[in-house]
């Protein structure tokens, strides 16, 4: 909420995100988005693997935007 009274821009945190639980508890702080990198790296080439963290990092967020 610091940051949200700086600026009207929208906030991303990246950095760690690696689960749903993460992404929750991120956007629940304020965040408008996250950046997920290091999560889908560590899979490659398995691309089931990473097509599942995506799928279930986006329910996240479309869980919270419906709220």
Excluded: Y
Aim: glycine fraction near 8%; hydrophobic fraction near 40%.
């Amino acid at each position: 909420n610091r940051i949200r009274k700086l600026t009207d821009l929208p906030i991303f945190v990246g950095f760690g995100i690696s689960t749903p639980d993460h992404v929750s508890a991120t956007m629940n702080a304020g965040a408008d988005g996250v950046i997920v990198g290091s999560r889908i790296v560590r899979e490659i080439p398995d691309c089931k693997k990473i097509a599942e963290i995506c799928t279930a990092l986006k329910e996240a967020v479309l869980l919270k935007n419906s709220q």
